[in-house]
């Protein structure tokens, strides 16, 4: 069964903070998302990789970076927690020969 | 305009109605669609995938209508357990790596 976990379910951080938000598949898939979902605005694709230590930069990267040093591992990272980050931040992943990503549970973030 | 459109709802239904709602895109080259179902606090998961013929799994069925680019889920008889947030998801046209667009989102509610 396809497994995507990731490292927290809810977490509290203070502004200016480094967050680390890790995602674990283990199902051998090549790509891997990181999304934001807030109210009213859907699910917005903050970065992809569609290989080991390949990314590439989504609809709004800005304030956070990636890193995947292994395949069934992509983490994000929040340089400098701002408020505006406070988010449901939900990993996928996918086979590039399906389009179907398979979620995680998804890591609610509340920044104060 | 959004690159995919949802009409946020809710729709109200009650319990063994019909209930059927659309979700309109922008780039008519789009080839792969997709409706997920999302459980209040939950993470996405597939729903079922349209094709051009459109399909059915069950009480839901879904359709393509290329020609005026958009996708529909219709369900049949209803029941408490299908109210969720239901989200299209289209293919990015000459993206790599299966990138999808989610749109925001229809919040069905199934009442007895």
Known sequence: DVKVTQSSRYLVKRTGEKVFLECVQDMDHENMFWYRQDPGLGLRLIYFSYDVKMKEKGDIPEGY???REKKERFSLILESASTNQTSMYLCASSQPSTETQYFGPGTRLLVL | RK???QDPGPF???EGATVAFNCTYSNSAS???FWYRQDCRKEPKLL???YSSGNEDGRFTAQLNRASQYISLLIRDSKLSDSATYLCAVNKVKAAGNKLT??????VLVKP
């Open chain 2, 12 to 14: 109200n239904v009650p």
């Open chain 2, 31 to 33: 080839q792969s669609f």
């Open chain 2, 48 to 50: 079922m995938s349209v």
């Open chain 1, 65 to 67: 970076s990636v890193s």
């Open chain 2, 3 to 5: 690159e995919v459109e």
């Open chain 2, 102 to 107: 989610f749109g925001g989102g229809t919040r």
